[in-house]
């Protein structure tokens, strides 16, 4: 079965860092693109950041390009993502999601951006 | 980078049809057949309904379909049911900016 488990969200201050993490499982990672996507509180989905098989290629929402790095592991099994330079608009629930087309699609970790 | 053009709210009666549009341009529906749909329900992660404009993932009901006409692309909904209720995403590729866009979703209710 495939499973996605994030982690690492917490209450943070503006321009502070934070790094998420994505514990995969039931499928072999290195075959598969993954991305991040965030749902700011009650708010629609917006598509962050996404990496090739052997993290080579990463592509970012205009939003968080300088900011934001998605990285991997494939040996163990990780999917990261390192939030820098965080704003209040930043603040939202952060879903890791396997590429094929999000096919899965972990529960998600809470960012709070606020002073 | 614009979300995708959906219409904020749809309804319909159980069993009867509904469809939800999605909207965008050249840049992005109009260019491939990347189109996906996705079915959220309160406190929940997404779904995968529909990818590649009309096919449907294992497991996924046939009473969902997907189609696409110039820039607009469609999901409908057959025989309707109440667990239907839920919010629809639409997202697109946009080759130009290198990135998925979604839509900004549409909250379906059955009345």
């Known amino acids: 079965e495939v499973q996605l488990v994030e982690s690492g969200g917490t209450l943070v201050q503006p321009g502070g860092s934070l790094r998420l993490s994505c514990t995969t499982s039931g499928f072999t990672l290195r075959r598969y693109w993954m991305s991040w996507v965030r749902q700011a509180p009650g708010k629609g989905l917006e598509w962050v950041a996404q990496i090739n098989q052997d993290g080579t290629l990463e592509y970012y929402v205009d939003s968080v390009k300088g900011r934001f790095t998605i990285s991997r592991d494939n040996a163990n099994n990780f999917v990261y993502l390192q939030l820098n330079s965080l704003r209040a608009e930043d603040t939202a629930l952060y879903y890791c999601?396997?590429?094929?087309?999000?096919?899965?699609w972990g529960q998600g970790t809470l960012v709070t951006v606020s002073s | 980078q614009s979300a995708l053009a959906q219409p904020a709210s749809v309804s319909g009666s159980p069993g009867q049809s509904i469809s939800i549009s999605c909207t965008g341009t050249?840049?992005?529906?109009?260019?491939?057949?990347?189109v996906s749909w996705y079915q959220q329900h309160p406190g929940k992660a997404p779904k995968l309904l529909i990818y590649?404009?009309?096919k449907r993932p294992s497991g996924v009901s046939d009473h969902f379909s997907g189609s696409k006409s110039g820039y607009t692309a469609s999901l409908t909904i057959s025989g309707l049911q109440a667990e239907d209720e839920a919010d629809y995403y639409c997202c697109s590729f946009s080759p130009r900016r290198s990135a998925w866009i979604f839509g900004g979703g549409t909250k379906l209710t059955v009345l």
């Open positions: 999601a396997r590429w094929d087309y999000f096919d899965y």
């Open positions: 590649e404009v009309t």
């Open positions: 050249s840049s992005d529906v109009g260019s491939y057949d990347l």
